[in-house]
């Protein structure tokens, strides 16, 4: 018998030899198309909710300036909201003379219940719960979950371990029902669990607000994930997947694709990246503190008060990362400083305001570069994450405002557009949080 000659016993060995190999090629692709094991990492595209695939774009076409407006109204109402986190008390905010209130930017695709309902939900990393606009909701947007048609649908009860993790729980009959505050909106929800997932891992019995009735707007309409640090949040319910760390690349504003990321679990995160402690608050434990010692613009470190930066737990004064507030918000002192000395490098350029923007300027400019410097890493700014342009291109600001006058906020809140264009990292189990330059828009 010759060489290629093949006995039933080698046929088998070959036909199972072809399996094994079309098996490793098959897994091979899949992991290289982001659908690994549980547990190893997961990344999950991320678009702006006012890009050209978003159906929360606007209807009808608005001036740039127009859009500054709302966007400067939304961070305020937005920074009275995180205001009353860390306060530790429910606070209905006013809404403004236009009524536009604050609302998260940035949303992920989420498939909820048995078969899978997709819902485009608003990704926010300063709360903990999840909420989903349900069949039956009164001021709700159109598209709301089916509850009837998900075969693995619940509802918890008042004696649910959840139950205790919700704020003020409602328990007159058998279900767990709970009133909340988002913004300037009032949202009543049954709490319920079915299964979610944002990538391949589907994630069983997540436990999530069942809206059943929401006023005013700022509810995003699709729902909303928590990825905050209490009890409730897509952090704690899937601690066991994705060991409490994730990290996102949010695009540019004016993206028009999925063309950020959301990366949950360790693996794939950067291995060198530049890091700060994180810090605890257990008046409002949802909240990223980060040390923020410093502020340079250009070489120059400015000179603000420490007790602007310091961070002070019996207040909730200090600095925070995040994703639902557009612009940068500097304390009064800190702010003051670093725009005199943003205008001081620009040079003899006519200064001008527009909205809640107190440096714009109609010609171009140079803009000087802006570092953060926080405990253990600088991050420096630059000028596509410090100026707003107008669609024209005429007119620049720079994108950083001082807290409102009306809010009694004691926060620094590093802001969206600050972090376009970085890889963000929110690494619980080791107490840090990372930045590093990756472009994503």
């Avoid at 890009?51 to 009808?60: A, E, M, T, V």
């Avoid at 009275?80 to 429910?90: E, H, I, N, R």
């Avoid at 006023?215 to 601690?239: D, E, K, Y």
Wanted: with cysteine.
């Amino acid at each position: 018998m010759t060489s290629q000659s093949l006995n039933p016993q080698s046929s088998f060995s070959f036909a199972t030899m072809k399996a094994y190999l079309f098996s490793l090629a098959f897994l091979f692709c899949s992991l290289a198309q982001g659908l690994g094991t549980k547990g190893l990492g997961t990344t999950v595209k991320v678009f702006h909710v006012y890009s050209s695939q978003s159906p929360f774009r606007p209807s009808k076409t608005i001036s740039w300036e127009e859009s500054v407006f709302q966007t400067m109204a939304k961070d305020e109402a937005r920074l009275q909201f995180l205001s009353s986190l860390v306060a530790k008390k429910s606070v209905v905010p006013v809404a403004s003379g236009r009524g536009i209130i604050q609302s998260p930017s940035y949303i992920v695709k989420a498939k909820v219940g048995t078969p899978p309902q997709t819902l485009l939900m608003a990704l926010d990393n300063s709360y903990d719960a999840a909420w989903i606009p349900c069949k039956g909701c009164v001021g709700c947007s159109s598209t709301v979950f089916n509850t009837v048609k998900s075969t693995t649908f619940k509802t918890l009860g008042c004696r649910a371990p959840q139950c205790k993790q919700v704020t003020n729980p409602i328990c007159g009959g058998s279900t767990c029902t709970w009133n909340t505050t988002y913004g300037s909106s009032t949202i009543l929800s049954n709490l319920t669990q079915d299964r979610i997932a944002l990538s391949m891992d589907p994630v069983p019995n997540y436990a999530f607000g069942c809206i059943q009735k929401a006023t005013g707007s700022s509810v995003p309409p699709q729902g909303l994930l928590g990825f905050g640090r209490g009890p409730l949040s897509f952090l704690s319910q899937t601690q066991n997947l994705y060991k409490s760390t994730f990290s996102y690349c949010l695009p540019s504003f004016r993206a028009l694709n999925f063309s950020g990321s959301l990366r949950l679990g360790p693996v794939g995160q950067p291995p060198r990246i530049k890091t700060t402690p994180l810090l605890k608050n257990p008046r409002r434990s949802s909240l990223y503190y980060v040390n923020l010692n410093g502020i340079k613009v250009g070489r120059k470190i400015v000179d603000i008060p420490r007790s602007a930066l310091a961070f002070n737990p019996t207040t909730g004064a200090g600095t925070i990362f995040d994703s639902g507030t557009v612009f940068t918000r500097l304390v009064a002192p800190a702010y003051i400083a670093v725009r005199n000395e943003f205008r001081k490098r620009v040079g003899k350029a006519t200064v001008s305001s527009l909205g809640g923007f107190d440096t714009c300027y109609s010609v171009p400019i140079v803009a000087p570069t802006i570092t953060f410097m926080f405990s253990g890493m600088n991050v420096t700014m630059q000028p596509e994450n410090l100026l707003i342009h107008s669609t024209a291109g005429a007119t620049s600001c720079l994108a950083m405002a001082a807290a409102p006058d009306n809010v009694n906020s004691v926060l620094n809140v590093i802001a969206s557009m600050q972090q376009q264009n970085h890889r963000i990292l929110f690494d619980v189990p080791h107490s840090r949080l990372g930045v590093a330059r990756e472009q994503c828009s």
